[in-house]
C-alpha cells in the first residue's frame, strides 16, 4: 500500500524524525504490546513480592540465639561433609553472623512474631482474590489501558508509602498491603481480556509468554533486594520498587491502546492482518454485557480454576516460603538467599517462552489438538513440580541436590501459560478478562492460604520435619487439582462467548447481535467462517 495510507498522523518535515517514524512503523504494533504486557508483569511482581525477601531484614529473629547457632553450625557440619565444592563456590559461611550480613548498623527491625510476618503476607491477596470480578468488569467498560495503568499506578503509591508505615504500625503495612492487592489484582482480567482484539488464535500462546514476566519480576526482586539491604537498608527496597513502577506507568500512557483500530501508529498491514485473523464476533463482542450466570455454571471456567489452584499453591510454596527455607534450614546470608531465591524465575522466563513456542508449533502442525495441547502443558506445569517439591522436602541438607530440583520445578510450572491460563481465551475470546476474574477468585485463594497453612505448620522454622510437610500438602495440592482439568477441561468455544439473542447477553444494538450462533470449534490459524470445514 501507498504509505500516505498507512500513517495517520502528519508526515513531520525533518527527515531525522522522519527516519525515526520510519524505524518506528517497522516495528509491529503487536511486539510493542508484548513488550508492555512484558514489562507490565515484570514491574507488578517486583513491587508485590519486595516484602517477602525484605522481612528477612526488617524482623528481629528470635531465633538470633544459642539455639540457632547451634542449628548452623549442626547444618555446617552436615553441609562440609557433603557439599564442600558448592559451598565453597557460593562462599557461603554457615554461622549466624552470615545470616545477618549486610545489614546495616542501627537498622530499625520489628518485633513482630511468626503470625504477623504470615499475615502481613498473605494480607496482599485477601483483596486480590476479591477484585478479581471487578477486574473484569472494570476492562469491559473502562478498557484494558485505563484499568492496567491505574492499577500499576496505585501499587506504586503504595511501595514508596511502606516505610513510613512500618514505623507506625505493623497494622498500617497490613493495611498498604491490602489496597496493593486490590490494585494489583486488576492486572490479570485487563490484560487477558486485550488479547482476543489484538492477537490472532496462532499466534496467541507466544504472546501470552509475555505475562510470564512476572518471573522475571520475581527472579529480579529477591537478588535486587539482597543488594540494596546489604548496602542501604531495608527501606531502600520499597522506594526503589515503587519509583520503578511510577516509571513503567509512563511508558504505558504513551504506547498502549485497547485496540488496534485505535492505536494512531499502527501500519495499514498490520491492522489488515489482525482483522483478518481476529474473528469478527470478538470484535462485534467488544462491551457486550457479561453473562455472568453461565460463566458461573460453566464447568470448563471450574476445571481452569480449580487446576490452576493447584499450580498457584506450588508456586507461592517456592515464591514466599523459598527466602525462610534458604535462610532457616541453609543459612545462607542475605545476598546469597537473594541469587539463590530468584535465579530459578529467571531462568523460568526462558522456559515459558519455549513452552509457548512449542505449543503453537503442535498446534499449527496439527500434531496434537487444541484441547489435548492445553492438558498436555498444564500437565507438565503440575505433576512434574507436584513430584520435585515432594523430593526437595526429603531431600533435607543435600544443597546441591534440592537447589536443581528446586530449579526445574519452577521451570516446569511456567508450561501452564501454554496449558490452563493461555484455555481461557481460547473458550472465550469476547470475554476472557471476565472468565479470568471468575477463575482467578477461584486459584488466587491459594496465594493467601498457603502462607497461612505454611505458618501453622511451621512452628519452628528451623526444624526440617515441619518443613517435609509444607512441601508434601503442596505435592498433593498439585497432583490432585490436575486431575479435575484433565476430565472437564476443552479448548471449544463456549456458546456463551457471542452476544446472542438471550435476555443476559442481548445488547441495545440488536442490528450487531448474532442470533443462534452455533458453537465453533477452534482450530489453530483459522478465522471464523459461516461454513465449518475442519479440513480446511
Avoid at 553450625?73 to 559461611?93: C, E, K, R, Y
Avoid at 499450580?311 to 525462610?324: A, L
Avoid at 520435585?388 to 530449579?407: E, H
Avoid at 435476555?503 to 470449534?521: L, R
Amino acid at each position: 500500500m501507498d504509505e500516505k495510507e498507512v500513517n495517520f498522523l502528519p508526515k513531520p518535515k525533518m527527515p531525522q524524525v522522519g527516519c525515526f517514524r520510519a524505524i518506528c512503523d517497522r516495528i509491529p504494533a503487536r511486539v510493542v504490546l508484548y513488550f508492555l504486557s512484558w514489562s507490565g508483569f515484570l514491574v507488578s511482581f517486583v513491587m508485590r513480592n519486595d516484602i517477602n525477601f525484605a522481612l528477612v531484614a526488617m524482623v528481629q529473629d528470635p531465633s538470633s540465639n544459642t539455639t540457632g547457632s547451634d542449628h548452623c553450625s549442626t547444618s555446617s557440619l552436615i553441609v562440609s561433609g557433603t557439599q564442600d565444592n558448592f559451598t565453597s563456590l557460593l562462599n557461603v559461611t554457615l554461622d549466624e553472623e552470615s545470616v545477618d550480613a549486610g545489614l546495616l548498623d542501627g537498622e530499625i527491625k520489628f518485633d513482630w512474631d511468626s503470625t504477623v510476618q504470615a499475615v502481613i503476607k498473605s494480607s496482599f491477596y485477601w483483596c486480590y482474590v476479591l477484585s478479581q470480578v471487578v477486574g473484569g468488569v472494570a476492562t469491559q467498560y473502562f478498557g484494558t489501558k485505563n484499568v492496567f495503568g491505574w492499577s500499576q499506578f496505585l501499587t506504586a503509591a503504595c511501595s514508596l508509602l511502606i516505610p513510613a508505615a512500618s514505623d507506625a504500625h505493623y497494622g498500617a503495612v497490613i493495611l498498604l498491603r491490602s489496597v496493593q492487592g486490590f490494585a494489583s489484582g486488576l492486572t490479570w482480567p485487563a490484560m487477558y481480556a486485550i488479547v482476543g482484539y489484538w492477537i490472532p488464535p496462532v499466534e496467541r500462546s507466544r504472546f501470552m509468554s509475555s505475562f510470564q514476566g512476572f518471573s522475571i519480576g520475581i527472579g529480579l526482586t529477591y537478588p535486587l533486594c539482597g543488594f540494596i539491604i546489604a548496602h542501604f537498608g531495608w527501606r531502600q527496597v520499597f522506594y526503589t520498587t515503587g519509583t520503578i513502577g511510577m516509571v513503567w506507568c509512563v511508558f504505558w500512557y504513551l504506547l498502549a491502546y485497547n485496540t488496534p483500530q485505535e492505536h494512531p501508529r499502527i501500519t495499514a498491514e498490520e491492522l489488515e492482518y489482525i482483522e483478518l485473523n481476529v474473528s469478527e464476533d470478538i470484535k462485534n463482542g467488544q462491551g457486550m454485557r457479561v453473562p455472568w450466570r453461565r460463566i458461573f455454571t460453566s464447568l470448563p471456567v471450574w476445571a481452569i480454576g480449580l487446576t490452576t489452584f493447584g499450580r498457584i499453591w506450588v508456586h507461592y510454596t517456592f515464591i514466599m516460603s523459598g527466602p525462610e527455607y534458604m535462610q532457616k534450614i541453609f543459612c545462607f546470608d542475605i545476598q546469597q538467599n537473594g541469587l539463590l531465591s530468584g535465579a530459578p524465575f529467571l531462568c523460568s522466563y526462558l522456559s515459558s517462552v519455549l513452552f509457548c513456542y512449542v505449543a503453537d508449533l503442535l498446534m499449527d502442525h496439527k500434531t496434537l489438538t487444541l484441547t489435548n495441547v492445553r492438558k498436555l502443558f498444564t500437565a507438565l506445569s503440575q505433576i512434574v513440580p507436584g513430584v520435585l517439591v515432594l523430593l526437595v522436602g526429603y531431600l533435607g541438607y543435600q544443597i546441591v541436590t534440592v537447589l536443581v530440583l528446586w530449579f526445574v520445578a519452577v521451570t516446569f510450572i511456567t508450561a501452564s501459560y501454554a496449558g490452563a491460563m493461555a484455555n481461557i481465551v481460547d473458550i472465550a475470546p469476547n470475554l476472557a478478562g471476565p472468565v479470568l476474574a471468575f477463575a482467578q477468585t477461584i486459584h488466587m485463594t491459594a496465594s493467601f492460604l498457603q502462607p497461612l497453612v505454611t505458618g501453622f505448620m511451621v512452628t519452628d522454622s528451623q526444624n526440617i520435619t515441619q518443613w517435609l510437610h509444607v512441601f508434601g500438602v503442596s505435592s498433593v495440592v498439585a497432583i490432585s487439582t490436575y486431575v479435575i482439568y484433565q476430565v472437564f477441561g476443552t479448548a471449544e468455544i463456549q456458546s456463551w462467548n457471542y452476544p446472542v439473542a438471550d435476555p443476559e447477553v442481548t445488547s441495545s444494538d440488536d442490528s450487531a447481535v448474532i442470533a443462534n450462533q452455533p458453537m465453533i470449534k477452534v482450530e489453530p490459524g483459522l478465522k471464523f467462517d459461516d461454513d465449518d470445514d475442519e479440513d480446511d
